[in-house]
């Protein structure tokens, strides 16, 4: 039955019914009752245990066929709703309309992207850039959920209110130097100066040297020696890498820059890598399926990317390569200083997350504080506010930075996260938590792993993901921290993969409290032990001589207290 008509002469679209799903339910239906009924004729056969069987398997199989028709009946209400939201947005709403919730769905016709879809061929699908908004920026436009980003703003409020009265009773005065957050970014023009360096870097010598090897490409030596060619060119392309992996480390080293001074160049410059990655790993494939054709000067002109599409991806929010991206038509300048003026309030609140819960607890570490007692109590006194700080940090960065970035740039997509926090399986979670990384892995590692190794090795190919993941995660901390201490790293490629088993297609809601309980245990394990490692190398003395030894070994473990050791 066709859609019906609206007052306005309009096709109403009709929700899911007695389509596919009446199909699907009427085959199963079927299916089961002829099972039913071959049970019923051979139980005079058959003996009581192998009824019992042939029961529990149909009682099984009906239980499963339920849940997968439940399942798309809510995937297909849902489709259809924001279906029918968008229709009525786009009736009511100009398309010029730029409020404060909603980015302009504007775009030209080159940028409006389908929806990805498998292809034939069996290749896993490609990112599809679309038009759309962060989730949270959808959801901040209900009133119930609004009041959720009201409430952490009256807890930003009540820490400081605590903090300041606390420096009044204690100390007589109130402090408002922020010493800890001057500290954290200390010898900011530094950091400055090496960001300018690490962007120059792949402005001035990565992309000349990628339209030198694409046009040379028809010269001589690589018609003769293609092979050695392009292993040339493919190890000078390494030496860069490397050269841009040494060349921040000695900044860091040299000027003993602080921890957030640090960890700004570390999370830049894997942002880079993955950048000039995936800048070459999409272009360097298509000069290489390149063929020049006779006729028409067009034809026969290598692909080589314009260098405002490749100054344009260095600075969008996104880690995957296209010469193009959906656009919005215009910048809101009061949305992107809304969000950069959360991003400093975020900054405020980790500041009071760990100057109220972390530092006084940790500060005078001894070796009292290593007994499983302590650590326990330690860990479950940590579990709030180090979840609190990676919700804070996820709202900072994934939410706030990234949409203030993308506005500026009139960048469309601004999906950089899902509704992670509903997920009932720790894989459904990985792909949510930050969809730009993941869209990177999924594209550039992935993918390939894939295509090497088959389909049947996806298992492979997902270790791999998990495995270059956890490196760079655990390269960032400790060259953030200035020691190895591999926690993050055990707790990511190990429990964090094999929860992915365990909860591997798991729909039940009390999945998502088993997700919950392991995030906060999780975060509070973290922040004991990288805290206690952090104070154990203020107040402790090295483990040895050798600056190496002592950088990989947890100076925790072995704490030989001084007399004077402690202030």
Not at 143 to 156: E, G
Request: with cysteine; glycine share 4%.
């Amino acid at each position: 039955m066709d859609g019906a008509v609206d007052a306005h002469g309009k096709k109403r679209q009709d929700p899911p019914s007695a389509g596919s799903n009446g199909v699907s339910f009427s085959n199963n239906l079927n299916s089961l009752a002829a099972e039913g009924a071959v049970a019923s004729h051979t139980n005079g056969a058959m003996g009581s245990i192998q009824k019992k069987l042939e029961l529990s398997r149909l009682r099984e199989k009906i239980h499963h066929t339920r849940n997968d028709l439940l399942h798309d009946l809510n995937r297909n209400v849902d489709d259809f709703v924001q279906d029918v939201l968008s229709q009525v947005e786009q009736s009511i709403a100009p398309p010029s309309d730029l409020s404060w919730s909603s980015p302009a769905r504007e775009t030209s016709s080159e940028q409006t992207l389908p929806e990805p879809s498998r292809p034939k061929d069996g290749s896993l699908p490609d990112k599809v850039f679309v038009c759309r908004n962060s989730v949270l920026t959808d959801l901040f436009e209900i009133d119930h959920i609004r009041t959720i980003y009201n409430i952490f703003s009256a807890i930003l409020i009540v820490f400081a209110m605590n903090t300041l009265l606390h420096d009044l009773m204690e100390y007589g005065r109130i402090d408002l130097k922020f010493e800890l957050i001057r500290w954290a970014f200390g010898h900011f023009p530094i950091v400055m100066s090496t960001w300018v360096c690490m962007k120059l870097s792949t402005v001035l010598i990565l992309y000349p040297a990628f339209c030198r090897w694409a046009t040379q490409r028809s010269g001589w030596f690589a018609r003769s020696s293609p092979r050695v060619y392009n292993l040339s060119w493919t190890f000078a392309y390494v030496m860069f890498q490397v050269a841009f992996l040494i060349f921040p480390l000695r900044v860091i080293s040299i000027y003993h820059l602080p921890l957030a001074s640090t960890l700004a160049i570390t999370m830049e410059q894997a942002r880079l890598i993955m950048k000039a990655h995936a800048f070459v790993r999409e272009n360097a494939t298509k000069v290489l399926h390149f063929k020049p054709k006779s006729g028409g000067r067009e034809s026969s002109e290598v692909p080589i990317p314009a260098f405002s599409h490749y100054l344009y991806f260095l600075f969008a929010p996104t880690l995957v390569y296209r010469d193009s991206y959906p656009r919005s038509p215009a910048c809101r300048w009061d949305y992107v200083f809304t969000n950069l003026a959360q991003v400093v309030a975020c900054l405020l609140y980790t500041y009071y997350i760990f100057i109220r819960f972390c530092v006084p607890v940790f500060k005078n570490f001894t070796e009292d504080h290593v007994t499983s007692k302590r650590i326990i109590l330690s860990v479950f006194s940590c579990m709030l506010p180090g979840t609190l700080a990676l919700f804070v940090g996820f709202f900072a960065i994934l939410h706030s930075w990234l949409n203030a970035f993308a506005e500026m740039l009139r960048f469309g997509d601004r999906l950089f996260y899902k509704d992670w926090w509903n997920s009932t399986s720790f894989a459904n979670y990985y792909r949510t938590w930050n969809v730009v990384v993941h869209d990177w892995l999924y594209t550039y590692v992935y993918k390939d792993v894939y295509w090497l190794l088959g389909r049947e090795q996806r298992s492979v190919a997902m270790f791999t993901v998990f495995l270059i993941s956890a490196m760079f995660h655990e390269y960032i901390l400790a060259v953030s921290f200035g020691f190895c201490y591999p926690v993050l790293f055990i707790m990511f490629a190990g429990g964090g993969f094999s929860f992915i088993f365990l909860t591997n297609k798991r729909k039940q809601r009390t999945w998502n409290i088993f997700m919950w309980v392991s995030l906060f245990t999780g975060n509070g394990i973290l922040m004991t032990l990288y805290s206690m490692e952090w104070y154990a190398r203020e107040n402790c003395p090295p483990f040895s001589d050798s600056r190496i030894v002592d950088y990989f070994v947890p100076r925790s473990w072995i704490c030989r207290i001084l007399p004077d050791a402690l202030p």
